[in-house]
């Protein structure tokens, strides 16, 4: 028996082509919370970026953020796996002596650092994320710990930098940037904390995503979900592929599996 749901965002949960979560979508979750199994939501976006789940915000009873480096519930972080300070400085050096602009998130604030035209473009316009504070990232350091980078650069510079900073991981879900977070951080890490911190099995959870940053989670998860429009990287670790977000495809899975059991509509 299926007694919690994680969902990855953008392309999971949320179509790249609406940049809404799709009525089926929503009717799913609220007849499994109905039925007393937990939803929480398996992201590489940080709590300030999460802005486009409010119509299902009432539901969510936790969240793994940065790719698995913080895990909060009930607005309290139950854990967290900070980058080291001495791979920031450098991540912070490489963005200096390059111009790449950078993200650099802490654990309730976020910094962009040399922001271009190209993050406004993939963050405003195509993610529609909200406005990033332009800052320097040396003084959030001053108060937070760092939970994930995102620096703009190419595969190879990645596979340039990423020997450069041995206590980090590094993942990539859209082509003009990685996600990097410390060692250790994954989002099936982040489902073994949700799962020991409310008690249930791993194998009574299911996980739904589409990109190559929830990989671990499709794997690690008692029944691993890709969408119909996830990565091909994603698509054979996966226990089902379902059709795509725009296509009904949670509601799908969750018919499959018979985690609700209302006829469709």
């Known amino acids: 028996m299926i007694k919690a749901l994680f969902f ?45 789940l409010g119509a299902i915000e009432h539901l969510i009873d936790g969240y793994i953020t940065t790719n698995g480096a913080c895990c909060i519930v009930d607005g309290k972080v139950i854990f967290i796996n900070a980058i080291p300070e001495a791979d920031c400085q450098t991540l912070i050096r490489i963005s200096d002596e390059r111009n790449i602009p950078t993200i650099f998130v802490g654990e309730k604030n976020l910094v962009v650092y ?12 195509y993610l529609h994320a909200p406005r990033l504070t332009e800052a320097d990232p040396r003084e959030l350091m001053r108060h937070e710990r760092i939970t994930q980078i ?5 595969e190879a510079i990645e596979q340039e930098v990423m020997p450069l900073i041995p206590g980090c991981i590094s993942g990539r879900w859209y082509p003009a940037f990685c996600d990097i977070t410390a060692i250790g951080s994954d989002k099936g890490n982040g489902i073994q ?18 990109g190559g940053n929830d990989i671990s989670m499709i794997k690690v998860a008692g029944i691993g979900v890709a969408m119909g429009n996830a990565n091909e990287s994603l698509k054979p670790v996966a226990d089902y ?9 949670v509601e799908k899975a969750m018919r499959e599996f018979g985690v609700m059991h209302s006829p469709a509509f």
């Open 150 to 154: 995102t620096p703009f650069f190419t």
């Open 193 to 210: 904390h949700i799962a020991k911190h409310f008690g249930f099995g791993i194998e009574e959870t299911m996980a739904f995503g589409d």
């Open 8 to 52: 990855d965002i953008d392309g999971t949960l949320v179509s790249f082509e609406t940049h809404q979560i799709p009525a089926s979508t929503i009717r799913a979750l609220e007849e499994a919370k109905a039925r007393g199994v937990k939803v929480f939501i398996a992201t590489g976006r940080p709590i300030p970026l999460i802005n486009n």
């Open 114 to 125: 040399h922001p271009d035209k190209e993050v406004e473009h993939i963050f405003y316009d």
């Open 241 to 249: 592929i379902t059709s795509s977000v725009d296509e009904d495809g």
